[in-house]
């Protein structure tokens, strides 16, 4: 029986001679051609093409180009598992390849965001990432993949997986090209010093010459086989007439082995070899523990989507993909193995720990109706789970996608300093040029070398690198300590607050609300009241509605209208009824007066009802308090609640300033009211704190508030223990402090090294020495951010 082609579907002609190995089976094309772009889709981590494909693919030319290959991006079932669709435009995260400087991102950056369609792509130059928005119907996603190859990067759609391959690939190739320049620079040196010291007495012209001809097939391989990353670099910038860091290494290293060529050929004139070598070298040490260190600081965010299993397992038993998973699959999970998807429980209860996502080490009892989220541990329970959201769409994928948007948001220190290094790099050849040109006319035989050490000892590497690794550490430790970052001010704004403005239901006390007391004011029964006012209330999405959630809901409510701050309107029995603060509800507020219930249910403007809602202040509420007062905060309790509950509340903690009563546009009106010196930082955790928390200096939204409340917010507090604040205020301090180091060390370093390379007192290979030890101090200083005893620190403080 003739067996058709996996990826074509024509028939096999050709026995077993073209196979592909695709998910693990071994699979049969019909051509070579077949067999490329087969081969192609798997080496791109693109198998899910085969499994969402709704149809074989067309007979593939022998010879594929790299566009052929690009547009299968364009397939809208591929890209479901990568691109995030939103009010028509699409978002990708991306992987992009050959990224070294902050010269490489500003290049990408400058090109792409001129194409018709594309709305923003920004770069990262610690991750290798890069996040990128455009109109699907102005521009196709491969198109614009093509024109970043064309400027010489390689990009991919971002898969942890893959991306750590790609990682390990390039680093065995810098091990290869150091290998190399290691070997040949040994060689050299013995030479050298022989020329140098005249090991040999007096050296006959010949043996000179001789020594001389041996350095050059040395230093020849380390030109042109381990400096290569250099001149790719230099050269995507200059095709792009721009100025990188590479731009004046490779002039020094290309300027060095052609004058020592001549020298070499015509006998006279002194020869670069061993500084070449040494050079190059140097260099790629340098760069080898640099890209080590960023990887570290970039794996934090990328290893949270390992966390989410391969496989899941259906209630029915068979084991899928756990990235095939869609809205509506039920999976099986067992104690001990992590939830492949965010989910809702339909069958069994467990503990769960969530540490990965809110930074707290003690499980969580979860039972049924309760929320799961990919990647958490299933601890002690066997619990069926209906899947609520692909993984694209997972909590997990989305802290990794706010995480990288943080990242890429630069302070003004990081823009200042990015624009400082570019320009330097001009004045750096400019500065270079003249130096030659004065010892040329007063010392000429060390004109030559004394500009190679003005290139190489100048070079602003460690400049460009001083803010986005300390930033993208500090993001990281955010993570661990339960905090989402949604702006890159953050770490700004954080230490500058003097004023915090703080919302009181679900945010100082827990939100669970409770009913505690209802009082009937007519001839309706209790429980029709209560069905009525449940009814109403299941229309809402606050703390406050939850306390009526297990309560039989009345039939026939109809025209619910939900005004917020406020409370809910709806018709039954073609009767309007209220439920909410008093003044909302009821058209005469006298009884609410010498009431303590918060709660009004009315007919028609008529009291029918009250409820005496409890909620239980947090424990951190009041450490909180207490550390913001110590550190001279002043606190203010915005609420819309105006019963003698949010005084008491207010009185109890010590709150210095206690508004009540007052709706989302009231808030609003609050925060505009303060002097200009107020910096203030807004805590909500409703739907009627958007507005305030937008308007805020710098918000932070609980992580069981709603959606449209972490929507506006710049910080997003995952667990529910306040006191992380504290913390984070300290991290942010800290990072402040470890980029206002970073930038001291590299400025400092060139103000120190241009004089002294100038007049002639540093050597080349000292100056290589200087270059790279720059960058990795400055690489290993960020790393400070990630001990793991700092977090620990921040408590005892």
Same mark, same amino acid.
């Given at each position: 029986?003739?067996?058709?082609?996996?990826h074509c579907?024509?028939p096999?002609?050709?026995g077993?001679s073209?196979?592909?190995?695709i998910?693990g089976?071994?699979?049969?094309m019909?051509?070579?051609?077949c067999e490329?772009?087969?081969?192609?889709?798997v080496a791109? $981590?693109?198998t899910s093409?085969y499994?969402?494909? /709704?149809?074989?693919?067309?007979?593939?030319?022998?010879?594929?180009d790299?566009?052929?290959?690009?547009s299968?991006?364009d397939?809208?079932?591929v890209?479901q598992?990568?691109?995030r669709h939103?009010?028509?435009?699409?978002?990708?995260?991306?992987s992009?390849d050959?990224v070294?400087?902050?010269?490489?991102?500003?290049l @990408?950056?400058k090109q792409i965001?001129?194409?018709?369609?594309v709305?923003?792509i920004?770069?990262n130059?610690?991750t290798n990432r890069a996040?990128?928005?455009w109109?699907?119907s102005?521009a196709?996603?491969?198109t614009l993949?093509?024109?970043?190859?064309?400027?010489?990067?390689?990009a991919?759609?971002?898969?942890a997986d893959?991306q750590?391959?790609?990682?390990?690939?390039?680093?065995?190739? #810098?091990l290869?090209?150091?290998g190399?320049?290691?070997?040949a620079?040994?060689?050299?040196?013995?030479?050298?010093?022989?020329?140098?010291?005249?090991?040999f007495g007096d050296?006959?012209?010949?043996f000179r010459n001789?020594?001389?001809?041996?350095?050059l @097939?040395f230093?020849t391989?380390?030109?042109l086989?381990?400096?290569?990353?250099?001149y790719?670099?230099?050269?995507r910038?200059?095709k792009?007439? /721009?100025?990188?860091m590479d731009?004046?290494?490779s002039i020094?290293?290309?300027?060095?082995?052609?004058?020592s060529l #001549?020298a070499?050929v015509?006998?006279?004139?002194?020869?670069?070899?061993e500084s070449?070598a040494?050079?190059?070298?140097f260099?790629?040490?340098?760069?080898?523990l640099?890209?080590?260190a960023?990887?570290?600081a970039?794996?934090?965010s990328?290893?949270l989507l390992?966390?989410i299993?391969r496989?899941?397992?259906?209630d029915? $038993?068979?084991?899928i993909?756990?990235?095939s998973?869609?809205?509506?699959h039920v999976?099986?999970?067992?104690?001990?193995e992590?939830?492949p998807s965010?989910?809702?429980i339909?069958e069994?209860?467990t503990t769960v720990d969530e540490s990965?996502?809110t930074g707290?080490?003690?499980?969580?009892?979860r039972?049924l109706g309760?929320?799961?989220?990919?990647g958490?541990?299933n601890?002690?329970g066997?619990?069926?789970?209906?899947?609520?959201a692909?993984?694209k769409?997972?909590l997990?994928?989305?802290i990794?996608?706010?995480?990288d948007a943080?990242?890429?948001a630069?302070p003004?220190?990081?823009?200042i300093?990015d624009?400082v290094a570019?320009?330097?790099?001009?004045?750096?050849?400019?500065i270079s040029a003249?130096?030659w040109?004065y010892?040329q006319?007063?010392?000429?035989?060390d004109a030559?070398?004394?500009?190679?050490?003005v290139?190489?000892?100048?070079?602003?590497?460690a400049?460009?690198?001083a803010?986005p690794?300390?930033l993208?550490?500090?993001?990281?430790?955010?993570?661990?300590?339960g905090?989402l970052?949604?702006r890159?001010?953050?770490?700004e704004?954080l230490?500058k607050?003097n004023r915090?403005?703080i919302?009181?239901?679900?945010t100082?006390t827990?939100?669970?609300v409770?009913?505690a007391d209802t009082a009937?004011?007519s001839?309706i029964?209790?429980?029709?009241?209560?069905a009525?006012?449940a009814?109403?209330?299941?229309?809402?999405?606050h703390?406050?509605a939850?306390?009526?959630?297990?309560i039989?809901?009345a039939?026939g409510?109809?025209?619910?209208e939900?005004? @917020?701050?406020?409370g809910?309107?709806g018709t039954?029995q073609?009767?309007?009824?209220?439920?909410g603060?008093?003044?909302?509800a009821?058209s005469?507020?006298?009884?609410?007066e010498t009431s303590n219930h918060q709660?009004w249910?009315?007919?028609?403007?008529?009291?029918?009802a009250?409820?005496?809602l409890v909620?239980?202040?947090r424990?951190?509420?009041q450490?909180l308090i207490?550390?913001?007062h110590e550190a001279?905060?002043?606190?203010?309790?915005?609420t819309?609640?105006?019963?003698?509950?949010?005084?008491?509340?207010?009185?109890?903690?010590?709150?210095?300033?206690?508004?009540?009563?007052?709706?989302?546009?009231?808030?609003?009106d609050?925060?505009?009211s303060?002097?200009?010196?107020?910096?203030t930082?807004m805590?909500?955790?409703?739907v009627n704190?958007?507005?305030?928390?937008?308007?805020?200096?710098?918000s932070v939204a609980?992580g069981? $508030?709603?959606?449209?409340a972490?929507a506006s917010?710049?910080?997003v507090?995952?667990?529910?223990?306040? /006191?992380?604040?504290?913390?984070a205020r300290h991290l942010?301090?800290?990072?402040?402090?470890?980029?206002?180091q970073n930038?001291?060390?590299?400025?400092?370093?060139?103000l120190?090294i241009?004089p002294l390379?100038?007049m002639?007192f540093v050597?080349p290979?000292?100056a290589?020495?200087?270059m790279?030890?720059?960058s990795v101090i400055?690489v290993?200083?960020?790393?400070?951010?990630?001990k793991?005893?700092l @977090?620990?620190?921040f408590?005892?403080?």
């Amino acid at each position: 029986m003739t067996k058709d082609c996996y990826h074509c579907g024509e028939p096999v002609l050709t026995g077993d001679s073209y196979n592909v190995e695709i998910q693990g089976v071994n699979r049969t094309m019909c051509c070579p051609g077949c067999e490329a772009v087969a081969t192609t889709i798997v080496a791109n $981590g693109l198998t899910s093409y085969y499994e969402y494909r /709704t149809a074989p693919a067309e007979k593939a030319n022998l010879i594929p180009d790299e566009l052929q290959s690009l547009s299968l991006y364009d397939n809208e079932d591929v890209q479901q598992e990568f691109v995030r669709h939103e009010n028509g435009i699409d978002e990708v995260v991306l992987s992009v390849d050959g990224v070294s400087c902050a010269a490489c991102a500003w290049l @990408i950056e400058k090109q792409i965001s001129t194409q018709d369609g594309v709305s923003r792509i920004q770069v990262n130059t610690t991750t290798n990432r890069a996040t990128l928005r455009w109109d699907p119907s102005k521009a196709k996603l491969s198109t614009l993949l093509s024109k970043i190859h064309a400027l010489g990067y390689k990009a991919a759609p971002f898969e942890a997986d893959n991306q750590e391959a790609q990682y390990h690939r390039t680093m065995k190739q #810098y091990l290869y090209k150091l290998g190399v320049a290691g070997l040949a620079t040994m060689q050299v040196m013995m030479l050298a010093i022989a020329m140098y010291f005249e090991v040999f007495g007096d050296m006959d012209e010949s043996f000179r010459n001789y020594f001389r001809w041996v350095s050059l @097939i040395f230093a020849t391989p380390v030109l042109l086989y381990s400096a290569m990353p250099f001149y790719i670099n230099a050269w995507r910038n200059l095709k792009a007439r /721009t100025l990188g860091m590479d731009v004046p290494v490779s002039i020094a290293l290309l300027f060095a082995y052609f004058a020592s060529l #001549y020298a070499t050929v015509t006998g006279t004139g002194e020869v670069f070899f061993e500084s070449i070598a040494m050079f190059t070298f140097f260099l790629l040490i340098g760069r080898f523990l640099e890209m080590r260190a960023r990887r570290t600081a970039a794996a934090a965010s990328a290893n949270l989507l390992k966390l989410i299993p391969r496989l899941a397992t259906l209630d029915s $038993g068979e084991q899928i993909p756990a990235k095939s998973l869609t809205v509506g699959h039920v999976v099986r999970v067992l104690p001990g193995e992590p939830f492949p998807s965010d989910g809702v429980i339909v069958e069994g209860i467990t503990t769960v720990d969530e540490s990965m996502l809110t930074g707290e080490s003690m499980p969580e009892s979860r039972q049924l109706g309760d929320k799961v989220y990919a990647g958490t541990l299933n601890i002690d329970g066997n619990v069926n789970v209906e899947v609520t959201a692909e993984k694209k769409d997972s909590l997990i994928a989305h802290i990794v996608q706010l995480q990288d948007a943080a990242q890429l948001a630069k302070p003004r220190v990081a823009e200042i300093a990015d624009i400082v290094a570019r320009y330097f790099v001009a004045v750096i050849l400019l500065i270079s040029a003249l130096t030659w040109w004065y010892w040329q006319s007063h010392r000429p035989e060390d004109a030559f070398w004394i500009m190679l050490s003005v290139l190489v000892a100048t070079c602003p590497c460690a400049l460009s690198l001083a803010t986005p690794t300390a930033l993208t550490c500090s993001t990281s430790t955010f993570g661990k300590l339960g905090i989402l970052l949604r702006r890159g001010h953050v770490f700004e704004t954080l230490t500058k607050i003097n004023r915090v403005i703080i919302d009181k239901t679900g945010t100082l006390t827990e939100g669970n609300v409770t009913l505690a007391d209802t009082a009937v004011y007519s001839d309706i029964e209790k429980s029709e009241a209560l069905a009525i006012a449940a009814a109403l209330e299941s229309y809402a999405n606050h703390p406050i509605a939850d306390a009526f959630k297990n309560i039989n809901v009345a039939s026939g409510v109809i025209q619910v209208e939900n005004v @917020i701050g406020e409370g809910i309107k709806g018709t039954y029995q073609t009767q309007e009824w209220r439920i909410g603060k008093p003044e909302f509800a009821l058209s005469d507020t006298r009884a609410a007066e010498t009431s303590n219930h918060q709660i009004w249910l009315s007919c028609s403007g008529k009291k029918i009802a009250s409820f005496q809602l409890v909620d239980p202040i947090r424990e951190s509420s009041q450490t909180l308090i207490n550390k913001f007062h110590e550190a001279g905060i002043a606190v203010t309790m915005l609420t819309g609640d105006n019963s003698a509950t949010a005084t008491s509340v207010a009185n109890q903690l010590g709150i210095d300033e206690l508004v009540s009563g007052v709706s989302p546009q009231g808030k609003l009106d609050y925060l505009k009211s303060l002097p200009e010196d107020q910096i203030t930082m807004m805590i909500g955790d409703g739907v009627n704190d958007a507005p305030v928390l937008a308007g805020a200096h710098l918000s932070v939204a609980m992580g069981g $508030g709603t959606d449209v409340a972490k929507a506006s917010a710049d910080m997003v507090l995952l667990g529910d223990d306040l /006191t992380k604040l504290l913390d984070a205020r300290h991290l942010a301090a800290f990072t402040q402090k470890i980029i206002r180091q970073n930038l001291a060390w590299a400025l400092g370093y060139n103000l120190v090294i241009l004089p002294l390379a100038v007049m002639g007192f540093v050597a080349p290979y000292v100056a290589v020495a200087g270059m790279s030890a720059s960058s990795v101090i400055v690489v290993t200083n960020s790393l400070r951010l990630f001990k793991k005893d700092l @977090i620990e620190r921040f408590k005892d403080k």
